[in-house]
């Protein structure tokens, strides 16, 4: 099918970096300034949306700018796998823009025209990246990320906030100027374009397997925002950034901007045929193996909720990895599922995380017992969120999962299926025990006073908590897309 | 006859020198100043406008006798080797001059009749071809760079200026020896694109590449004759800096460019490998020393030593990427670390302080000062979007397909210039310290912003739609490789 030439993947991103501007002019009257971000992200959710139909067809929508260098241009393309990111990403900025004016408006954060330009300017870059149509528009985009999250995550300009942004910053730019860097020239080298390609930009030329080998390495640890080990720490540094950044950004926009790029890089720069070929589809299954049990025993031993939490992220985000590099198409189609599955899951339990942080000043699970009683809506929608993580029907958790297990059989690699079933029951171990400790340990005495939900940051976790549940009964709309990247 | 725009371009800085020497009062000799370069840049932006990008041949070429008896020649043209840096060279010709508006407060007049004589120099250099013309201004340019450093500079500016002096005047002895054998051996001619021409015996194009060699590598300047340039841009005043990074390191790599490689194509393929060397440890070492300083404009000259390194890797790659790139790196390098130069001379004359433990929590202090450093330290350290990111690549790309294990080193280099540049970076404008309690901080007020301004448009327009920047360059590098390779040469 024809691509449909349109200007609408641009808008898209321009009605993020419109919205940022519009919170600097408006700094002065809050309440303008903060309606801003949710009417922006309807208005992306609606321009994101109308491309679906295109693109669930099997087409994809495309935009050309001009040339960059020759073989590179700068242009945009929405198609399967970028949709799956862009709608994820548009649709919980919604929640997540309701979300952000009910926590920094009760915690009476400073410098919000800040939080929420820069907040703007993440979703900007995050739906960039997604309509990215070669590496080199991708990495210019995956690069703004990095800087307008920065401010996000120091926001609070304390001891804390610096070292953390400190090693946000650190690990992300040391791995894009090192071995992305790297990995970008040889590409331009060897294949002359940064075209993103169906069936591999690199499966048309002829390289060394050395080389080849050695560039796929440095895509894998170069896009650190993937964070598979050890290129992790980043993440749970992060966390110092106020709740709602953490919820969207730091368990969406940013992290599921480095796993799409090694999706793309797996599909669409080196093809699924080039990977199996060099063996190094088993290679990095084994490596994301690691990472995912790895990452569940730190969540574990973590008391900080939103350090549990980061965790999970990082032993989730190599679901992903692991889904693609399987080679098999259910597999392929699970892992890019879970990109969705584990947005809606996660950015609830990083609202509930914020919702009894608002609502007690809590941050220890240790501290949470009985809580429940006082914020029933914020624990149950953490109990719903949490099966969804572990991976149990009805939920969107347990589509994603239960492809990831056929996909194993079908790739014949048992190994995959038991880390999954291990690393759910880690999940399980993780997780359950804070729902437990909310509902059925008694509440000690002295914390029963004035803790109550906060409607506006009750209402936007409960939707995503609905989301989840959703998005298990009906899984089309993902699955189609998935299956249209797969082919 | 047709406009002599080369000769034009040259002379207005030259005349505007000797309008200054006859002006009163020392605010009509800066706006008089002002008022020369901005002219002189108008007329090499209408040079680029008519440039054509479809042939390798000199353009807007002029010719006048000089020297009959010796066959010298006034004789100028620009090809796209050369065309960016004149334009580079005017436009920070007027970023100069406002950078000196009120850091030179003492002989005023002086000071801008100096620094349009070395606009005038250095443009001539860009556009000379004519050998004996090229090194006559190519050694001139020494006096008024000398005159900059050693009077209006800091402290040791006197030895920083000898300094400088002895290094590149030795180097340019063996330059001039390089000049009169290629005369003899080149059948009596200072008529460069002549010399090129010529096919010399390997022997003799290996004694005069070694010549050439230590005389631009000066200049640019590689490791181990690099030790000149930190005391010089310590000392020199902004301006001073400002031209010497933006413009005078870029003689030594534009002298491979106009004469080794053409000239000497054998001995340039021959020494390659060693070339490629000799600008990876200045990558990394000038990486690894920029890490280590506490001062913020020797943070700024030690990167350059690092990026320049890049520039000769992607020249002496002999490809097509490496040496468009390497090209496009110079202008790039000469906006950014311009830039940089003017942001610490900015922040000096605000402090009195190049320590930047002296710094701290700016940002607070001075929001845009903070948000365009910020902008010109990524571009520095070649983030996606910014212009050297693009030249970045194209080297790289080159190096790579010359010589991987050189290649590695520069990305090994690109992550020191990460490190060294968002620790300066983290360090001068974020944190909890807070420099604005300590000084009497202001922002940058309305002229500063005027010189910020077109720096920081070139940084993203080159990174993002560098192909009018590459189009000047593309023919004649492709050309060029003829030269070197006698065929069209790997991509």
Not at chain 1, 110 to 126: D, G, I, N, V
Not at chain 1, 199 to 224: D, K, N, S
Not at chain 2, 337 to 356: C, D, K, M
Request: charged letters at 10%; hydrophobic letters at 55%; proline letters at 4%.
């Amino acid at each position: 099918m024809d691509p449909v030439v349109s200007i609408r993947p641009l808008i898209a991103i321009a009605i993020a970096g419109l919205a940022a501007l519009f919170v600097l002019l408006l700094h002065k009257h809050e309440k303008l300034r903060d309606l801003v971000s949710p009417v922006a992200a309807v208005l992306m959710f609606a321009i994101v949306a109308s491309m679906a139909p295109t693109v669930l067809s099997g087409g994809s929508v495309e935009l050309r700018l001009f040339e960059i260098l020759p073989g590179v241009d700068f242009a945009f393309r929405a198609d399967a796998l970028g949709m799956v990111f862009a709608t994820v990403s548009s649709l919980l900025w919604i929640v997540a823009a309701i979300y952000s004016i009910g926590y920094m408006r009760h915690l009476r954060e400073h410098a919000q025209t800040r939080f929420y330009a820069c907040f703007a300017l993440s979703l900007a870059a995050a739906v960039g990246g997604a309509f990215a149509a070669n590496l080199f528009t991708l990495v210019i985009f995956y690069e703004v990320l990095s800087l307008v999250t920065y401010p996000l995550v120091y926001h609070h300009e304390d001891e804390e906030g610096w070292l953390g942004g400190r090693k946000y910053i650190v690990y992300l730019m040391g791995a894009s100027k090192s071995v992305l860097l790297a990995a970008l020239a040889l590409t331009y080298q060897i294949a002359g374009s940064l075209d993103f390609v169906a069936g591999g930009l690199l499966a048309r030329v002829e390289a060394p397997a050395a080389l080849l080998t050695v560039v796929y390495f440095c895509y894998l640890f170069g896009f650190a925002k993937a964070a598979v080990m050890p290129m992790h720490a980043w993440l749970p540094a992060a966390m110092v950034a106020p709740t709602p950044v953490s919820a969207l950004l730091h368990a969406v926009a940013v992290v599921k901007m480095g796993v799409f790029c090694v999706l793309r890089v797996v599909f669409h720069v080196f093809g699924v045929g080039l990977v199996g070929e060099l063996g190094l589809g088993i290679a990095t299954a084994y490596l994301v193996s690691f990472t995912i049990l790895m990452a569940s025993v730190y969540a574990l031993t973590r008391d900080d909720l939103k350090a549990r939490l980061a965790y999970s992220t990082v032993s989730q985000l190599s679901y992903v990895v692991l889904g693609a590099v399987l080679l098999s198409p259910v597999a392929m189609v699970g892992g890019i599922v879970h990109i969705a599955a584990h947005a809606f899951s996660k950015i609830t339990l990083f609202f509930c995380a914020g919702s009894i942080y608002c609502a007690s000043g809590k941050r220890n699970i240790s501290d949470m017992a009985g809580i429940g009683r006082r914020l029933p809506w914020t624990m149950g929608a953490f109990f719903v969120a949490s099966l969804s993580m572990i991976g149990l029907p009805p939920t969107a958790g347990f589509v994603s999962k239960w492809y990831l297990a056929q996909g194993s059989v079908e790739a014949g690699e048992m190994a995959f299926l038991t880390v999954l079933l291990i690393s759910s029951v880690l999940n399980a171990a993780y997780f359950l025990p804070v729902s437990y400790a909310a509902f059925f340990e008694a509440e000690p005495e002295e914390s029963r006073a004035a803790v109550r939900e906060i409607p506006m940051v009750t209402i936007p976790l409960v939707a995503t908590a609905i989301l989840s549940v959703l998005m298990g009964i009906f899984p089309d709309y993902f699955l189609t897309l998935a299956s249209g990247v797969v082919g | 006859m047709e406009l002599p725009l080369l000769s034009l371009i040259v002379l207005t800085p030259a005349a505007g020198a000797a309008i200054l020497a006859l002006l009163p009062s020392d605010d009509a000799v800066r706006r008089v100043a002002l008022g020369v370069t901005l002219i002189d840049l108008a007329l090499s932006i209408v040079m680029l406008a008519n440039f054509d990008t479809t042939t390798h041949a000199m353009q807007f070429t002029e010719i006048r006798p000089w020297v009959p008896s010796l066959g010298i020649n006034y004789a100028l043209g620009v090809d796209g080797i050369s065309a960016l840096f004149v334009f580079l060279t005017a436009l920070l010709g007027s970023v100069s001059v406002l950078a000196s508006w009120v850091a030179i407060d003492r002989k005023v007049k002086e000071f801008m009749i100096n620094l349009l004589a070395m606009q005038a120099l250095m443009l001539g250099v860009f556009s000379a071809l004519d050998l004996f013309l090229f090194y006559v201004l190519w050694e001139a340019m020494l006096i008024p760079m000398y005159l900059i450093i050693g009077i209006w500079g800091g402290e040791g500016r006197v030895y920083a200026a000898f300094k400088f002096f002895l290094y590149t005047l030795a180097g340019s002895l063996l330059f001039l020896i390089g000049v009169i054998v290629l005369y003899f051996e080149g059948g009596e001619t200072f008529d460069i694109l002549a010399l090129t021409a010529r096919d010399l015996p390997f022997g003799v194009q290996s004694w005069l590449f070694f010549a050439f060699l230590i005389a631009f590598a000066v200049k640019v300047p590689m490791v181990p004759v690099h030790t000149w340039l930190p005391d010089a841009h310590v000392q020199a005043p902004t301006a001073g800096s400002i031209i010497l990074a933006g413009v005078l390191l870029k003689m030594g790599a534009y002298g491979f460019l106009r004469f080794s490689l053409p000239m000497l194509p054998e001995a340039s393929v021959y020494y390659s490998t060693l070339m490629l060397a000799l600008s990876a440890l200045a990558i990394v070492y000038g990486g690894l020393l920029a890490l280590a300083q506490d001062d913020l404009k020797k943070l700024v000259a030690y990167s350059s030593i690092s990026h320049m390194g890049f520039v000769t890797l992607g020249i002496f790659s002999l490809n097509l990427h490496g040496l468009e790139g390497s090209i496009l790196q110079m202008f790039n390098h000469g906006v950014t670390t311009g830039a940089l130069f003017l942001f610490v001379g900015l922040i000096y004359e605000r402090t009195h302080t190049r320590s930047i433990a002296a710094y701290g929590g700016l940002m607070k202090a001075a929001p845009i000062y903070t948000a365009f450093l910020a902008l010109f330290t990524l571009s520095s350290m070649a983030l996606p979007g910014t212009n050297s990111f693009i030249g970045e690549l194209l080297v790289l790309s080159g190096g790579f397909a010359a010589n991987p294990a050189f290649g590695a080193a520069a990305v090994l280099g690109a992550v020191l210039s990460a490190a060294y540049l968002l620790g300066m970076y983290g360090k001068v404008a974020l944190g909890q310290a807070s420099v604005g309690d300590r000084y009497a901080i202001h922002d940058v007020n309305a002229r500063e912003m005027v010189a910020i301004l077109p720096l920081a448009v070139f940084v993203l327009w080159v990174g993002l739609y560098p192909k009018p920047f590459l189009e000047i360059i593309d023919v004649s590098v492709k050309h060029l490789l003829v030269q070197v390779h006698g065929t069209g040469g790997g991509p």
